[in-house]
């Protein structure tokens, strides 16, 4: 991913966001442009309307937000395919709620319990162009009817990401056949890569 504030982006041999090496030199050079390093007002405020409603959260990078579930006693998994990734997420949980963290791929994996929402952070934005009918149809299969996908969508086209905008009428059409969209929200803390371009949105998948 690419910010403005950072003067140059190092040199790295992996170019493919489909892959975990792509992720995992970037983690390990500490070049995370798109860390929050900490838990978005959003995302706290939904969290505390849906106390105790299990959370799946895919792409997960340093978890703050699943750190901060699990001390709040909520059922959470927090997945990433990046080694380096679930070793940064592992030491935000501390050794009590390491366990919680599991190093895989969002469209195998199988989740412990069934997620009353998943939370999106900068994870449908990290996934080339290709793989975005794949994310809507992984989350149709995740989500039971009433549940929730839910979080943070960065908009605006950007063919050389990531992070790679979307189209308002894209994301649209790829979740208005299962999911409705009941929230939709300006977000007020967004960190520099995000800023301006980013909205709270709430999708319920459709009986
Ligand atoms: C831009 S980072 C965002 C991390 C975190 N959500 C955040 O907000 O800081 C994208 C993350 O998604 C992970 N990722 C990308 N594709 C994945 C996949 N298919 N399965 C699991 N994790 C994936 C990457 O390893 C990376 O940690």
Not at 51 to 60: E, F, H, M, S
Not at 92 to 103: F, I, M, R
Not at 108 to 132: M, N, S
Not at 191 to 197: C, H, L, N, Q
Request: charged letters at 20%; aromatic letters at 14%; a negative charge.
């Amino acid at each position: 991913m690419s910010d403005p504030t950072q003067p140059s982006i190092p040199a790295f041999a992996s170019r493919d966001p489909n892959s975990p090496e792509f992720w995992n030199e970037r983690f390990e050079r500490r070049y995370t442009p798109w860390d929050q390093a900490g838990v978005p007002s959003a995302f706290r405020a939904f969290a505390e309307r849906h106390r105790d409603a299990a959370v799946l959260i895919p792409g997960c990078g340093s978890a703050y937000e699943a750190a901060w579930l699990a001390q709040q006693g909520t059922p959470v998994r927090a997945i990433d395919f990046s080694p380096a990734a679930v070793t940064a997420a592992r030491a935000q949980l501390g050794a009590q709620h390491a366990q919680l963290v599991e190093q895989a791929d969002f469209f195998t994996y199988e989740p412990p319990f069934t997620p009353t929402w998943i939370y999106e952070r900068a994870f449908f934005c990290a996934l080339p162009l290709a793989r975005r009918g794949d994310y809507a149809q992984r989350m149709v299969e995740l989500l039971p009817p009433g549940a929730l996908l839910a979080g943070f969508f960065f908009f605006g086209a950007t063919p050389k990401g990531p992070p790679f905008g979307v189209e308002r009428g894209e994301l649209d059409a790829l979740l208005t056949p299962y999911f409705e969209l009941i929230e939709d929200e300006a977000v007020a803390d967004s960190i520099a890569v995000f800023t301006g371009r980013e909205r709270w949105l709430t999708w319920q998948r459709r009986a």
